[in-house]
């Protein structure tokens, strides 16, 4: 019974002496500034680009890229330039508003119009993509599931 005492003692001074060390820490705070694209995102709730590009840069690039060669590691993105399945803008509207296994659905913060000028970057804006651009605001409405979709369309 005494050693459990003393156990414990120990194990709450430690945390003591611990909490005292990172109180008097006087390390100054690393901060920085965030680049202009940074800013932007930071300046309005949601996703406030318009550009293709600029979607891209801010919320795929990440996980696929800056260049669309895709990743392995914590998980496996799929290479976006070069990629055949996106000759056609149907399945990247899909993707893109729906989400797919691991990728997220970013339907809820981008609107069609966004989502089609996004597609429309894959299709040719992106690394090795020479893909005719054809997303439009109307088929990505069309994708979207009826829930997302306002009272009064079908």
């Known amino acids: 019974m005494k050693q ?3 156990a414990c003692f120990a194990v ?3 945390g003591v002496a611990a909490a ?15 680049s202009e694209l940074q800013a932007e995102a930071m ?12 979607i891209y ?7 696929h890229m800056p260049d669309g060669e895709g990743a392995v590691g914590g998980g496996t993105y799929p290479a976006l330039s070069g990629n055949e399945k996106l000759e056609y803008p149907d399945y990247a509207i899909f993707i893109i508003t729906n989400g797919y296994k691991a990728m997220p659905s970013f339907g809820h913060l981008l ?9 429309n970057y894959l299709q040719s804006g992106l690394g090795e993509n ?5 997303a439009d605001a109307e088929t990505v409405a069309l994708v979207r599931p009826l829930e997302e979709k306002n009272e009064g369309e079908e």
């Open 20 to 34: 005292s060390a990172i109180a008097q820490d006087t390390r100054p705070v690393t901060s920085f500034e965030p």
């Open 4 to 6: 459990s005492k003393y």
């Open 57 to 63: 840069k801010t919320i795929c690039a990440a996980c």
């Open 111 to 119: 609107d069609d119009d966004q989502v089609a000028a996004l597609v």
């Open 12 to 14: 709450a001074l430690s």
């Open 130 to 134: 020479t893909y005719e651009p054809t």
């Open 43 to 54: 300046a309005n709730p949601g996703v406030a680009f318009e550009s293709g590009e600029k």
